[in-house]
C-alpha cells in the first residue's frame, strides 16, 4: 500500500515560489528549499521531480495568481484612461516593493531566459499576450479617436511593455519612486 503524502503539494508549490521569487533560481539550494518547505528532499523529488522542475511549476503557478491585462483593458470604455492606469500601476507597484522581489516574470527573464529555452519560450508568451492586449486596445483606442490616426497600435504596445518590464527592474534596486513615477508619465506622453 503506497504512502500518502503528509504534506500539502499545493502549498509547498506556493512557498516554494515564495522563495524563488524571493531569492532566484541560483541562490536557492535544495536545502533551502528543504527548511523552507519542510519537507524531505527525496519528498521534493518525487512530488515535483527536482529544483529545475519545481521553479518551472513555481513559474506558471506566479502566472496562474496574476493580474488579468487583457480582460481590463478589452473591455475599457474609454481605452486610453484603462492603457494609462496600467502603466501608472506599473510604477507604483514597482516604487512600493518594500520586498524588492520584482516580478518573477522579469526576474526569470534576467536569471534564467538566456540559458534555458523552456523558461525563454514562457517569458515570451507571457510578454506575447500583454503587448497583444495593449496593441489590441490601442487599436480600439485610435479607431474610437482616442489615439492620433498616425499612431502605430503595435509600436506603441512594444514600447509599453519594455518601459514597464524596465519599471520591475529598476523597482527591484531602486529607493526613488520619482524614477518611475517621472518614466510613466513619460512614456504615458507618447498617447496624446
Same mark, same amino acid.
Given at each position: 500500500?503506497?504512502?500518502?503524502?503528509?504534506?500539502?503539494?499545493?502549498?509547498?508549490? =506556493? +512557498?516554494?515560489?515564495?522563495?524563488?521569487?524571493?531569492?532566484?533560481?541560483?541562490?536557492?539550494?535544495? $536545502?533551502?528549499?528543504?527548511? =523552507?518547505?519542510?519537507?524531505? +528532499?527525496?519528498?521534493?523529488?518525487?512530488?515535483?521531480?527536482?529544483?529545475?522542475?519545481?521553479?518551472?511549476?513555481?513559474?506558471?503557478?506566479?502566472?496562474?495568481?496574476?493580474?488579468?491585462? $487583457? *480582460?481590463?483593458?478589452?473591455?475599457?470604455?474609454?481605452?486610453?484612461?484603462?492603457?494609462?492606469?496600467?502603466?501608472?500601476?506599473?510604477?507604483?507597484?514597482?516604487?512600493?516593493?518594500?520586498? +524588492?522581489? *520584482?516580478?518573477?516574470?522579469?526576474?526569470?527573464?534576467?536569471?534564467?531566459?538566456? =540559458?534555458?529555452?523552456?523558461?525563454?519560450? +514562457?517569458?515570451?508568451?507571457?510578454?506575447? $499576450?500583454?503587448?497583444?492586449?495593449?496593441?489590441?486596445?490601442?487599436?480600439?483606442?485610435?479607431?474610437?479617436?482616442?489615439?492620433?490616426?498616425?499612431?502605430?497600435?503595435?509600436?506603441?504596445?512594444?514600447?509599453?511593455?519594455?518601459?514597464?518590464?524596465?519599471?520591475?527592474?529598476?523597482?527591484?534596486?531602486?529607493?526613488?519612486?520619482?524614477?518611475? =513615477?517621472?518614466?510613466?508619465?513619460? $512614456?504615458?506622453?507618447?498617447?496624446?
Amino acid at each position: 500500500m503506497a504512502r500518502s503524502k503528509e504534506f500539502d503539494p499545493d502549498a509547498a508549490l =506556493h +512557498r516554494a515560489m515564495g522563495l524563488f521569487w524571493e531569492k532566484g533560481y541560483e541562490a536557492t539550494s535544495m $536545502a533551502d528549499l528543504v527548511e =523552507h518547505l519542510g519537507i524531505g +528532499r527525496a519528498s521534493i523529488y518525487a512530488t515535483f521531480g527536482g529544483k529545475s522542475e519545481l521553479y518551472l511549476r513555481a513559474y506558471d503557478r506566479y502566472l496562474e495568481n496574476g493580474t488579468d491585462i $487583457a *480582460g481590463p483593458l478589452g473591455r475599457a470604455d474609454p481605452v486610453l484612461p484603462a492603457v494609462r492606469a496600467l502603466v501608472e500601476r506599473f510604477a507604483h507597484e514597482s516604487a512600493h516593493d518594500t520586498a +524588492r522581489r *520584482g516580478c518573477f516574470v522579469v526576474n526569470t527573464a534576467v536569471e534564467l531566459a538566456p =540559458h534555458d529555452a523552456r523558461l525563454a519560450r +514562457r517569458v515570451e508568451a507571457n510578454w506575447d $499576450a500583454i503587448e497583444s492586449a495593449l496593441a489590441l486596445a490601442l487599436e480600439r483606442a485610435r479607431d474610437r479617436g482616442e489615439l492620433a490616426a498616425d499612431k502605430d497600435p503595435r509600436a506603441l504596445a512594444r514600447f509599453l511593455l519594455t518601459v514597464m518590464q524596465g519599471m520591475r527592474v529598476i523597482g527591484k534596486s531602486s529607493t526613488d519612486p520619482a524614477r518611475l =513615477h517621472d518614466t510613466a508619465a513619460q $512614456a504615458l506622453s507618447v498617447l496624446t
